[in-house]
């Protein structure tokens, strides 16, 4: 199966490479970093940096004798541009339940 051709949200659909974000987020890493946080394969690992290098997560920079990833994390703005769209409506959601529920225990306690 080829990541190329998929969005964003394909790439994040995945428990490893959300996590291997997570650990980029904290600072630049080379690939044998990261697989030792793992119990699958150091080429699986490869082959998820691979896929978010190539959608735009990661790039690779040498330092001295290793390759590091560094987290590039501009492409996830659109997952945080359609998430924050929800953040009114579950704002408005929870305050109308906030209401109803001060309501029924003042109601209550008449």
């Known amino acids: 199966m080829t990541y190329r051709n998929q969005g964003i ?7 490893h490479r959300r996590q291997i974000i997570d650990m980029l987020a904290a600072g630049d890493k080379s690939a044998g970093e990261i697989a030792q946080q793992f ?3 150091r080429p699986a690992i ?3 940096l691979r896929i978010l290098e190539e959608h ?3 790039e690779i920079q ?5 390759r590091k990833h560094h987290l590039t994390p501009k492409p996830l703005r659109e997952v945080h541009d359609w998430i924050n769209r929800y953040e009114t409506f579950w ?3 929870l305050q ?3 209401h109803l529920i001060e309501s029924k225990s003042s109601d209550h306690h008449k």
Request: aromatic share 4%; net charge positive.
């Open 56 to 58: 735009g997560l990661v």
């Open 96 to 98: 109308g339940l906030k």
């Open 39 to 41: 119990e699958i394969s």
């Open 62 to 66: 040498q330092v001295g004798r290793e």
């Open 9 to 15: 949200y394909s790439v994040i659909a995945d428990p």
């Open 91 to 93: 704002k408005d959601r």
């Open 46 to 48: 490869v082959k998820h």
